[in-house]
């Protein structure tokens, strides 16, 4: 009898798992404890998010409910959560399988904290989604506040030193890199962060401040600051950031082409 279930992507990843314990014998424990152990890539995810964020006051146990409840309730976010593994996948050259985003890395950890957080936000417990805003950003230097709404299909590559402010909207299949801030202009309340459309590609150390829209398929230049809007298909660069070309593509947050002029992209 076939042991694979109807989740093509666990499947791959408990194949890829059982592999890498047969050549790494010193991590077999590491291995059965975080997947093979398990029977859904929800099971295994919620035990790894909650050992990473469990803390003196709520130990691992307790949290791993929470996020199993957040699993079971929110038919989105499982989606997401297989629609985010796809993406780094396909969009990163340091990523050789399935299981590596679960197992090790931290963008995709960190995203996948902030859906569960979110859910919680949605749901009225506006203190306890805080609370995992702050663990998330404590434990994995990821900073995205639980009111936010992110699409799926999303890359957060690398991580460290990402912030993400509360009115901020992301859609599907954006890639987003190190350092990159979507915040606020000041003391302004209300609806105060950016909007950021399909298919953007943001590259490390750009801020993005105030509600400005980056339109569907732009490109964000490493270290631009933009203050204004972004009009869909064109590359932006600069401080403050100026439009500089157009993406090779209609989606640059797929091909993950960061330079700007003649290698990547037609000039103005």
């Not at 396909?90 to 960190?110: E, I, T």
């Not at 299949?173 to 302004?188: C, D, M, Q, W």
Request: with cysteine; net charge negative.
């Amino acid at each position: 009898m076939s042991t694979e279930s109807s989740d093509p992507i666990w499947d791959a990843i408990r194949q890829e798992v059982l592999a890498e314990a047969e050549r790494e014998p010193v991590l077999s424990s590491f291995l059965y404890g975080c997947v093979l152990n398990h029977h859904t890539l929800e099971d295994s995810l919620s035990f790894l998010l909650a050992t990473k964020l469990e803390s003196a006051t709520i130990p691992a146990i307790a949290l791993r409910e929470l996020i199993d409840e957040a699993f079971q309730n929110d038919p989105a976010i499982r989606e997401a959560i297989r629609a985010d593994i796809q993406a780094v996948c396909s969009r990163d050259p340091a990523c050789r399988g399935f299981s590596v985003p679960l197992l090790f890395f931290k963008g995709f950890h960190a995203l996948q904290s902030y859906r569960v957080a979110h859910y919680y936000w949605t749901q009225g417990r506006e203190t306890l989604a805080l609370f995992m805003q702050s663990r998330i950003s404590q434990v994995l230097a990821v900073d995205i506040h639980p009111a936010a709404r992110i699409g799926k299909g999303i890359l957060i590559d690398h991580a460290t030193g990402l912030v993400v402010g509360e009115t901020t909207v992301i859609g599907d299949n954006v890639s987003l890199f190190h350092e990159v801030t979507l915040g606020g202009t000041g003391k302004e309340t209300g609806d105060r962060h950016p909007k950021i459309m399909n298919g953007v590609l943001i590259s490390s150390g750009a801020k993005i401040l105030g509600n400005i829209r980056i339109g569907e398929g732009a490109k964000v230049g490493a270290g631009s600051v933009v203050l204004h809007d972004v009009p869909p298909h064109t590359t932006v660069a600069g401080v403050p950031a100026k439009i500089v070309g157009k993406p090779r593509t209609d989606q640059p947050a797929l091909e993950m082409d960061h330079s700007i002029g003649e290698n990547g992209g037609q000039g103005e």
